[in-house]
């Protein structure tokens, strides 16, 4: 028999009165009208009556929404489809997120009326991101004011152009949609005519058609055709012999017993099949298929399946077994965090571990104990999901809890580039890390990479500094909140071959990751809604200024029938309660949804930042100090002085020591490098005492000039009688020079003048050709702008042009007919202009440079003064001399 997981999904709105929970809940009914139709249910539930097949939790019933996701197992002709009925509301899309990891298909479920919502385009962006496919189902068609026309238009603006009504005879022109939705379909229906059933499958599979459906689940009127269009045109995954499976959920049966949810994917699971994932090994008890609240109990299940099994206490959401591969994370994520308040007399060190148990079943909730508050904090999606974990908490262990009043899940992210170095050498201990940390897209996370060679540190030690990065939640400089959004690489350590335990390296990792973000330039982090308001249309002015005041921006989307639509964002700290807000001043007419954009710089960093009096010098628990040997005992060194003690030399001074190497064929002058006694010894550690462990007795300390720019004496030809030109990479400048970026954060426009006036007074002394260069690659429609700065030359790039191609094009082209300079301290930059012959500056360089340059002018001009004065008696005629010198006489007599 054919097998199909399909998942069913929709928005759903929370704040709705019972009897229009009943019309929206849309997902609930539809699963009831293909559970009766297929006969597996005789009775049609509904949820405003709470009897409901799938929705069996007492809670869930109470409130008519989907809270867990269920499944329901039924058959049509030879296919059997297990339909998992996901959570709606957006307090719970974690839960439905791990769904998707195993459905073949999905149904998307839209109201007719409302049409597309704001969760509904979140459903889109994570079935796009999971690739399944979709069929469509366009609910409430009974109810007047619905249109077809109008709603497949707003699919194929909203969603896609591969939305094409299905069934009921099809439209006329239903070949010529499906030919314009795929090249594959394009050729057959040019060369045919028709378009094969396979075909469309195909392009239905790969996502590029999405069939859409209409009817009325309450009614059941076009659900029939619907199960029949999903037979007809869905593909039937095949699965090879080998074993595979992924779990999606973990949860309890009434008897407490711990279940573990997985689709089998690969082969044939049996009981007493033995799982393991390299750390632990357990058997499987027993097997059973859900279908609502019942189940019944299998000896063995093959590939294609949906089921629950006994006997594994140590599983997780997202795990692979067999052929198949764990999850990544999830891309929804709680951006509320609660205080878990317990009742009088209940120990908190007692709760904990029951709490870990629900932990289990949705690890989004992150239960945390603070040893220092002595508090029991929780992550959650919404207040809705406070009231359900009240009602299991209640049910399972018999405790009353509350919740304070919630606070935002914060996260923190870094700006630029930094190496972070943590070193652990307690006496007879020993282990060095270096990590490259480099900020990431919004949304991407931490990846973690190994760039290191096996010369400098053994693969297992290099595969145990990743597990370390993996396994613990690190923490920002800021406000203490988890860092996200960047890329942290391992590329370079030491171990010592006697001393080295596997707990040093932990150690190590840690403190290289907080000795980074402390170098780094931190960056705070909120979450965002998506917002959709719908009100009437003379409340507009009212909501926009919320909007504004609440630091969102939003537009009108459009009118029709004096109501207006305001789509925008806004952060989550000052959205959350606005729902109340605008149901009293637009009476209950106006609706707000909102869904989870991601992360964004935070609106009020500094308030924040005071607010939650974070000292991340004083986080004992997350040391940002790195531990050294000396003299036979251990001593810390302040994150700002570890580089100066370092044993591993530094990334980027490797990086500097490649370009020289890889540029040395283009230079413009002729060198002579002496090896000094320190390289000898250097040469002499790497391979005759290469084996043998490093003791930081013996280490001379070097300073962070030595280890960064160590001088070399060369002997310089003179340049070539050509005219000098002078490049400069003018925002590179800016973001170098501590001066000027601390004036860029506030006032670009005022940095880039005060540089400008800088190299205007150095052409001033050099008397060379100097042209600034600034990037507008990104400014639409550009073209470029060369103007003059009193004796300078500025330029402005084209639209899709950097600072960095204008460069290498003058360079390119010039470097024969004048000697260039190039001021960068762009590295690939580097390399490139010492390729093509031309000189280079550094911005600390060209900094020094023209300081240096002042100087000489002042020298000068202080020198050429001489002291001239001018008395009074020089101006005076002979005559009155003696006058003078006749009363001055008389007055000295007297």
């Given at each position: ?774 990037d507008a690659y990104r400014v639409q429609g550009h073209l470029e702008e060369v103007i003059d700065y009193y004796n300078i030359h500025v330029v402005y790039t084209k639209e899709a042009q950097t600072a960095d191609q204008y460069i290498e094009r003058f360079a390119h082209d010039n470097q024969k007919k004048y000697n260039i300079t190039v001021a960068t301290s762009d590295g690939l930059q580097q390399i490139i202009t010492r390729g093509a012959g031309c000189y280079l500056l550094s911005a600390r360089e060209l900094k020094e440079e023209i300081e240096r340059a002042n100087e000489r002018v002042i020298q000068e001009f ?33």
């Amino acid at each position: 028999m054919r097998k199909l997981v399909i998942g069913i999904l929709a928005h759903v709105d929370a704040g709705k009165t019972t009897l229009s929970e009943s019309l929206l809940y849309l997902k609930t009914t539809l699963s009831e009208s293909l559970l009766y139709l297929s006969g597996k249910i005789r009775k049609l539930g509904r949820v405003d009556n709470k009897d409901a097949y799938l929705d069996n939790y007492e809670l869930e019933r109470a409130r008519g929404i989907t809270i867990f996701s269920k499944q329901a197992v039924f058959e049509v002709d030879d296919t059997q489809f297990t339909l998992l009925d996901t959570p709606g509301h957006v307090d719970f899309s974690t839960e439905m997120e791990r769904t998707l990891q195993v459905l073949d298909y999905a149904i998307l479920v839209i109201s007719g009326v409302d049409g597309v919502q704001g969760h509904t385009k979140t459903l889109w962006r994570l079935l796009s991101i999971y690739q399944i496919p979709v069929f469509i189902f366009i609910n409430k068609m009974d109810q007047n004011g619905t249109d077809k026309g109008n709603i497949i238009s707003e699919l194929k603006k909203q969603l896609s152009e591969g939305c094409i009504e299905f069934g009921q005879g099809e439209a006329e022109n239903f070949k010529d949609q499906l030919a314009m939705c795929d090249e594959i379909l394009m050729e057959a229906y040019l060369e045919t005519g028709h378009i094969q059933i396979p075909q469309i499958t195909e392009a239905i599979r790969g996502r590029k058609v999405f069939p859409c459906f209409f009817g009325s689940a309450l009614k059941l009127e076009g659900i029939e055709a619907f199960i029949q269009g999903i037979v007809k045109y869905a593909d039937i995954p095949s699965y090879g012999s080998e074993f595979g499976a992924k779990v999606f959920k973990i949860g309890r049966d009434e008897q407490g017993n711990r279940l573990t949810y997985m689709k089998v994917t690969g082969g044939r699971l049996k009981v007493k099949d033995a799982f393991n994932n390299g750390v632990w090994e357990e058997k499987v008890n027993q097997i059973r298929i859900y279908s609502g609240q019942k189940f019944e109990a299998v000896n063995e299940i093959e590939a294609g399946s949906v089921c629950a099994v006994t006997g594994l206490s140590q599983t997780k959401p997202g795990e692979g077994f067999g052929r198949e591969e764990a999850s990544n994370i999830p891309v929804l994520e709680p951006v509320l965090t609660y205080q878990i308040l317990l009742p009088e007399g209940c120990d908190p060190r007692v709760m904990v571990p029951k709490l870990r148990l629900i932990e289990e079943e949705d690890p989004e909730l992150h239960i945390v104990w603070d040893e220092q508050l002595k508090e029991i904090q929780v992550q959650i999606m919404g207040e809705v999901q406070t009231e359900v974990l009240q009602s299991l908490i209640q049910s399972r262990f018999g405790i009353e809890v509350s919740f304070d009043s919630g606070k935002i899940v914060y996260k923190e992210t870094i700006a630029n580039v930094v190496e972070g170095v943590g070193h652990f050498e307690p006496l007879r201990h020993y282990a060095e890390v270096h990590l490259l940390m480099e900020p990431g897209e919004r949304g991407s996370g931490l990846q973690f990479e190994v760039e290191c060679s096996e010369d400098l540190l053994g693969k297992s030690w290099q595969r145990l500094i990743l597990s370390h990065l993996e396994e613990k939640l690190h923490k920002g400089v800021l406000i203490g909140s988890a860092i996200t959004d960047m890329k942290i690489t391992l590329v370079s350590g030491r171990a010592h071959n006697k001393h080295t335990q596997g707990g040093d390296f932990r150690e190590a990792t840690y403190r290289a990751v907080r000795q980074g973000l402390k170098e780094a330039e931190s960056i705070l982090l909120e979450p965002y809604y998506s917002f959709h308001l719908e009100l009437p249309e003379k409340m507009v002015g009212r909501a926009m200024t919320d909007i504004e005041k609440m630091q969102g921006t939003c537009e009108v989307s459009h009118i029709e029938d004096e109501i207006a639509v305001l789509t925008g964002i806004a952060p989550v700290a000052t959205m959350r309660n606005y729902q109340k807000d605008v149901m009293a001043y637009t009476k209950g007419q106006g609706r707000l949804f909102c869904s989870l954009k991601g992360y964004e710089p935070c609106h009020n960093t500094e308030e924040i930042i005071a607010m939650v009096g974070y000292d991340s010098e004083r986080d004992i628990a997350n040391p940002t100090e790195s531990v050294f040997c000396a003299n036979g005992s251990g001593f810390l060194v302040n994150w700002d002085e570890v580089k100066d003690y370092m044993h591993v030399e530094s990334c980027f001074q490797k990086k500097d020591d490649l370009l020289e190497a890889a540029t040395g064929n283009y230079a413009s002058y002729t060198e002579e490098k002496w090896i000094d006694s320190e390289e000898v010894d250097k040469i002499l550690n790497q391979t005759y005492y290469a084996n043998q462990g490093k003791k930081t007795v013996w280490q001379k300390q070097r300073t962070a000039s030595e280890s960064y720019y160590k001088s070399t004496d060369y002997r310089n030809e003179p340049r070539d009688s050509k005219e000098e030109y002078l490049l400069v990479d003018g925002y590179n400048i800016i973001h170098t020079w501590p001066e000027l970026k601390e004036l860029a954060d506030g006032n670009m426009e005022g940095a880039r003048i005060k540089l400008l006036d800088s190299l205007s007074n150095y052409q001033g002394i050099q008397k060379c050709s100097i042209i600034v260069v600034f990037d507008a690659y990104r400014v639409q429609g550009h073209l470029e702008e060369v103007i003059d700065y009193y004796n300078i030359h500025v330029v402005y790039t084209k639209e899709a042009q950097t600072a960095d191609q204008y460069i290498e094009r003058f360079a390119h082209d010039n470097q024969k007919k004048y000697n260039i300079t190039v001021a960068t301290s762009d590295g690939l930059q580097q390399i490139i202009t010492r390729g093509a012959g031309c000189y280079l500056l550094s911005a600390r360089e060209l900094k020094e440079e023209i300081e240096r340059a002042n100087e000489r002018v002042i020298q000068e001009f202080q020198k050429n003064q001489t002291l001239d004065f001018n008395y009074l008696k020089d101006a005076l005629s002979t005559g009155t001399k003696q006058q003078m010198d006749e009363l001055f006489q008389e007055e000295k007599d007297k």
